[in-house]
Nanobody, 131 residues
Framework: QVQLVESGGGSVQAGGSLRLSCVAS????????MGWFRQRSGNQREGVAA???????SYADSVKGRFTISQDNPDNTLYLSMNNLIPDDTGIYYC?????????????????????????WGQGTQVTISS
């Protein structure tokens, strides 16, 4: 059974930085896509960034140039480095994983977003950005 445990959320002022971590366990496949999603108040959960086992990445337009997704395979840890944070980044951030063979789109973030019901999810970590 896949388990994803996020950490690193918190409260910072606009312009600040945070680094989220997600430790994964129970993933049996080597061909896995990992991603970060967020749910802002009053909005549906949305894709933020994704990475596949080859290191290919995909970002939402709203975070390009500010967020960086990375993974440490030996430690089974996924990261999201967030810089130049703005109040609109406030929300609950979730780590997610899925076997690549379930994706039917070339863009891995769009592909994961399209099949959210099939993803494995962490419990989420709160990120709050004050102006």
């Amino acid at each position: 059974q896949v388990q994803l445990v996020e950490s690193g959320g918190g409260s910072v002022q606009a312009g600040g930085s945070l680094r989220l971590s997600c430790v994964a366990s129970g993933i049996s496949s080597n061909d896995v896509c990992m991603g970060w999603f967020r749910q802002r108040s009053g909005n549906q959960r949305e894709g933020v960034a994704a990475i596949d086992s080859d290191g290919r990445v995909s970002y939402a337009d709203s975070v390009k140039g500010r967020f960086t997704i990375s993974q440490d395979n030996p430690d089974n840890t996924l990261y999201l480095s967030m810089n130049n944070l703005i109040p609109d980044d406030t929300g609950i951030y979730y780590c997610a994983s899925v076997s690549r063979d379930l994706l039917f789109m070339d863009d891995i973030l769009l592909g994961m977003t399209a099949i959210q019901a099939l993803l494995n999810w962490g419990q989420g970590t709160q990120v709050t950005i004050s102006s």
